[in-house]
């Protein structure tokens, strides 16, 4: 019995020293060790031992089928794991390959600066009007104190389509709209396209505005100022301060221009600021009595304030866009940028 | 506006530098926008005394001995014809800068810095110099223009610097003055300011004249007082046309005038010192010693002083003499009564024109100057008459005329000062300021600005200058002091007193920026295109002579014809946008624009018309019509609808690649391919994909998405292959498949097949049905029930049978 088993020993050990693939492992596993295999036959025929040898031989049999096992079971293993390897290196990737993406888009750079502007006043308690852009010469002009024969009406080089009947030169228009519905506490924003006949790398025939307006008890210029110097902050950064000089708008008493120091250069000067350290943002003033008179707003009562920025104007110094056309040419490589 | 500083020094003593000027202007509104140095580029030029001089032979040369004063006797070489012993001239000594002219001794080509040098091999240590090279001109001073050497006067000193000698060392002020000022639109006007923010007393111009002899009557008529409120005339004969003095021009050229004749230069003086645009007419040529103001009749002709010809309208003010227009009022004299060498008589014109009657005219006609663009600012009669004064004064300074008694002031109903009393509350200024200004330093500021000031108890009573018209409020006084009393002195609040308002984007807002979210995740980019463009444009797209797109609104007066048109369609633009990416090189490119089209009610237009926000859509490069869809697919659902496709026709498009969108029974509008035959007339050699639908009629469709629980039964999911007409739709088959069966919430097509193993005119087509339960589970039997219902329906409607 030692001889049969020592020769099946052997047997199983040669059996096994060129076996590569779990596949030849698996038959000759089942060669030796299956229901019917050479070991279990062997077991089998342990009714042909004598009685008195059959524990001695049971523990022989059963050393010989734990060593196969044991056997086996090491060459399993690294047979699996020589294939796990190899399926790895046959799946392995470039990772440096392109992914495959799903392009982002982008918003046009107004729509970025008008959320801004929004996000920063709808904080400070400001909801969005958008009037019409063909508006009346009344809207327009006449009831923000720009009457017919008014110089200022030249300032703005305006589009016409009847006498009457104008493209908005001013976001402004949409402020008289609004009081003439709604009473104090006013606080809007609207912003919108505008038109004048102008056209050059700064000027377009087509631009956009944003207007805002204040109207309550008791605004003064001072309040005009806190607002705007958080704006600045907040659109231009911590650190950069404004600065209020006097100007002229028909609509407005007293009148300021706007200027933001320069968030380039810290106020140094630059070629931003051309040399100057500020740079101008935006018109603003308290709101003219006539005009709240002309919108049944007791002047008396209530005061406040405008102010009107160009959203271009904020863009092209925000990304440091140097040519207006830019903006409304569509080119995809200008658009791409503008992920938001 | 150009503003010299030695001209305001007549007027305000200054004694703080140009550039400190500047700086305390802007603080008080006043931008100047350049300051300009006269003589900047010229230095170490002295002036010389030629001592000796004597020709080199064979040559144009002098040597020259030049006595430099204090820098001593130089020998220079010099080839001007003019040069002697015994003149004085401007030397450029070695290290100066001086500029370098052409072949003409006229044009000056630069900057040039003078060495030492040998011309002919004599030695030269400097040069002599010419009027243009030290840059000065005949109006600057005498001989300037002549291109030999300047001569000066003996009385200049030997080695003096010439700068100050010939008005070198000037600074000239280019001043933004807004439209609420038009009072500072002069030298007076801003001396006046220059005084108050300096703490300076502004010194008047003197007026003063005396009447030296009687004259025959003129007579002055306005039939226009509306537009003509004020006309002031006064005559003056024994006239002398003559050059001017060199103080008079040098003060035109300082401002960019040239000089005409002693008569011309003081209106044109006036205009620039006291902003009162003036006029002098050959009296002579006056028919009937009569002027009449009054607008022109219509085709009435005249030719202004420059030859022009102009055929006027009712709308055009005229001066006329008792027969014919004489002058466009305000704008130009004309040739017919203009001052001549001969002229010995004259009658000065100051006046008040309406600003918007003078702009139009100026305008309509296309003819301005410096006169039609002060009196369409604004002129103020406190101005007009003073100007008048000042006018015969320089008559009599000069020496070129007799001012003689007749002086004829027409004041109309019309007519007004801005002299007013007001009393305003330093109170309610201080509220609208948000800031305490002293009371007495309000009244020194006021002051300072020739308002005339009571205090009494809280309230000043004021007294407005008479040309100040722009002052109409408290507010006007508020802001007289704050730019006086320094901005710096604002403070920022924030609005301590203002209710709390709830601030925010509507809901529509919320969902424009939801779209443009979802856009941007798509990979679309975002374009803004002008709200206008041309006729052309909608020809370019097929659009047909009757189509509603040609409906469109026209601006009146457009920049040009390309920008002429309000658009009624964003499609021009966006095939516009996308030819000119292809052109750029760019190949592709998913581009969306939401914007507004005009739709007039009525043409003419009479009332404001509708502006629909449309939303267009243009795909170029490698797309597909099903590209295009899965976007509009991606915006119906992320506003919980379903688009309706159905094929249809539209002038810009593929007709076999054009479907009409459509929600429930609304048509939002097209998507499909650009014409290939326009895309062939562009040359865009990438198809492009088109989509333009009514954002306005969608965003009223929009649903807010509803949670529903989850089925508590499982889904069932049957797959059916089905034979149909080559013709029949997949979206007909679509929908009769829903109506067969209520329980269906999912069709799915997955395979199209056409070819001999379904027929000839046959396609097969491949569903995924899914069956949500809704009480109760399905049984298999059920769902069998449910196809064969289905089944049926196809069969009966549509002609299909189960593959």
Known sequence: MQDKIDQLKKKIADAIKDVHSSDSLFQIKMKYLGKSGEVSELMKGMRDVPKEKRPETGIIINALKSWAEDQFGKLDKSIKDRELKKL????????????????????????????????????????????PEIENDYYNFT?????????????????????????????????????????????????????RSDDDATHSPMFSQMEGLVVDRGITLCDLKGMLD???????????????????????????????????????????????????????????????????????????????????????????????KLLFEGDTRFLKQFKG | MKLPLSWLKDYVDIDISAEELQTKL??????????????????????????????????????????????????????????????????????????????????????????????????????LCSGVEIGVNGDMFDGGDYCGLLLLPESFENGADIKPLLG???????????ANRPDCQSV??????????????????????????????????????????????????????????????????????????????????ILLEMGQPMHAFDCAKLEGREIVVRRAVKDEEIVTLDGKSFKLSADNLVICDGNKPCALAGIMGGENSEITEQTSELLFESAKFARDSVRKTARALGQHSDSSALFEKGVNEYTTEKAMGRALHLIQKLGCGVVTDVHVDVKTEYSHDGAKEMTVSLKKINALLGIEIPAETAVTIL????????????????????????????????EELIREYGYEHVKGTFMPSALITNGGYSEEQKAENRLKDNFAALGMYEISTYSFYSEKDLDMLHFADGAPERNFIKIKNPIGEDLSVMRTTLAPSMVNTIVRNLRRGNTEGKLYELAKIYLPRELPLENLPEERQMLCIGMFGGYTFFDIKGVLENLADSLNIKFGYAPAQKC??????????????????????????????????????????????????????????????PEAVRDLALVADLNLTCGEVEKEIFSACKYVTEVKLFDIYVGRQVGEGKKSMAFNLTFTPKDEAFTPERIDGFIKKILGNLKRNLNIELR
């Open chain 2, 188 to 269: 007076t006007g801003m001396a006046r300011e220059v005084a108050a923010v300096l703490g300076k007393k502004f010194k008047e111009p003197d007026c003063s004249y005396t009447v030296e002899e009687k004259g025959e009557k003129v007579a002055v008529k306005i039939i226009a007082p509306d537009i003509c409120p004020r006309y002031i005339a006064h005559y003056v004969k024994n006239v002398r046309p003559a050059p001017s003095p060199l103080w008079l021009r040098r003060r035109l050229a300082l401002c960019g005038l040239r000089s005409i004749n002693n008569l011309v230069d003081i209106t044109n003086f």
């Open chain 2, 26 to 127: 802007f603080g008080c509104g006043f931008e100047v926008e350049e300051l300009i140095q006269t003589g900047k580029d010229i230095s170490g030029v002295v002036v010389g005394e030629v001592i000796s001089c004597e020709p080199v032979e064979g040559t144009h040369l002098h040597v020259c001995k030049v006595d430099c004063g204090a820098h001593g006797v130089k020998q220079i070489c010099c080839g001007a014809d003019n040069v002697a012993a015994g003149i004085k001239a401007p030397v450029a000594l070695v290290g100066a800068t001086v500029y370098a002219t052409g072949k003409d001794h006229v044009t000056i080509e630069g900057v040039m810095t003078i060495k030492k040098g040998k011309l002919r091999g004599i030695e030269s240590e400097g040069m």
């Open chain 2, 447 to 478: 002051r300072s600005l020739n308002f005339g000031v009571t205090v009494k108890d809280d309230s000043l009573v004021l007294q407005i200058p008479a040309y100040r018209e722009d002052i109409d409020g408290y507010a006007d006084i508020a």
């Open chain 1, 143 to 195: 009831a923000l104190n720009t009457p017919a024969d008014h110089p200022a009406r030249d300032m703005q080089d305006t589009f016409y389509i009847t006498d009457n009947l104008l493209l908005r030169t001013q976001t402004s228009a949409g402020q008289i709209r609004v009081m003439e519905k709604q009473k104090p506490p006013i606080k809007i924003l609207s912003p919108g396209k505008v038109y």
């Open chain 2, 168 to 178: 070198l060392d000037d600074y000239i002020f280019d001043i933004a003055v807004t």
């Open chain 1, 230 to 324: 958080e704006f600045a902050r907040k659109i231009f950064g911590n650190g950069v301060k404004t600065r209020l000089r006097p100007s002229y708008f028909p609509f407005t008493e007293p009148s300021v221009e706007v200027d933001v120091s320069c968030f380039e250069c810290g106020g140094k000067g630059c070629r931003l600021c051309k040399g100057t350290g500020w740079i101008e943002v935006l018109g603003a003033g308290m709101v003219n009595r006539r005009v709240l008179e002309g919108c049944g707003i007791d002047p008396e009562e209530y005061s406040g304030f405008a102010f009107g920025m160009g959203i271009e104007r904020i863009a092209m110094l925000k990304y440091g866009i140097n040519n207006m």
């Open chain 1, 88 to 131: 790895y290196a046959a799946e392995a990737v470039d990772v440096t390959l392109p992914g495959n993406t799903c392009k982002n888009g982008a918003y046009h750079p107004n729509t970025l600066v008008r959320r801004e502007l929004i996000s920063v006043f709808a904080g400070m308690g400001f909801t969005v009007y958008e009037g």
């Open chain 2, 652 to 713: 810009y498009m593929h007709p076999g690649i054009c479907a009409e969108i459509s929600c429930g029974d609304v048509i939002l509008g097209y998507a499909g391919r650009l014409d290939p035959q326009i895309c062939e007339e562009l040359a865009m050699e990438k198809k492009a994909f088109i989509a333009e639908l009514d954002y306005d009629k969608l965003k009223t469709l929009a649903q807010p998405f509803k949670y529903s629980p989850l089925s508590k039964f």
